[in-house]
């Protein structure tokens, strides 16, 4: 039998069981942005005594880099017609990457789709992509630079040919993966080869599809910063270098900043659109 006091207590019971999990929720979001927080001012804090201590060399501490890179965010645009602002070596080099990787996403599709539906395009190219994918990328700067004779368009190959074989290796895995059962369903239906492709296929691969285009774009990011680093011209990786060369070593911590949040938006732009196509589905 329940008493009055048993029946009392209960809904009181109730209430932390139920604010409980709110709490812990609430903790956890809060922890995503308070940790890294922590772990910054402690890394800026032992970089700075270090600095202080004399122990870190020509490279100055972060209060001297925030003092020595307040002319150059406030020229973070355009600081005069003969000294671009950082903000345009960024969209430069934004610009070869968005073409760079638009081409490769483009070929690596077609070329992955086409390696995981037919036997016979996988076992002649499989063994050559696999030799070529290894090498790295400034390796294909001097060939593009013979080949094309001109800087810009030999920093976008470089782009290309570094993103391409993500792309091309998880397409043909995704498509492969397409489990037997909706091929027997198209079979059965006796759907046309556009709906199957458009309808099934895609679908199915989709996944693998953009977990290989989410590797490729942080792939072209860095080799566009290591190419542009010996082409020259405008962009940040030879902005970067440019910096060390004239011993301006803030410009140079601030540019690789710069350099680690946009890639850090990039990876993010293909990863959320991932997740809205994929969820479409």
Known sequence: MTTTNETAIAPARGEAAGTSPQMKALLERSSTVVLPLIAVAVFLGLWQALSAGGLTGTLPGPLQVVQDVQPLIIGFFNNSENDVGIAWQLAASLQRVAIGYTLAAVVGVSVGILMGSMRPFQLALDPIFQ???T?????WLPIALAALSQANPSAIFVIFITAVWPIIINTAVGVRSTPQDYRNVASV????????????????????IFTGLRIAVGLAWLAIVAAEMLTGGVGIGFFIWDSYNSSRMADIILAVLCVGLVGFVLDRMIYYAGRLLVASE
């Open 189 to 208: 239906l006796k759907l046309s080869k556009f709906t199957y492709f458009f309808q099934i296929l895609l679908p199915s691969a989709a996944s693998y």
């Open 131 to 133: 030799v070529l994918r």
């Open 135 to 139: 090498i790295p990328p400034l390796a």
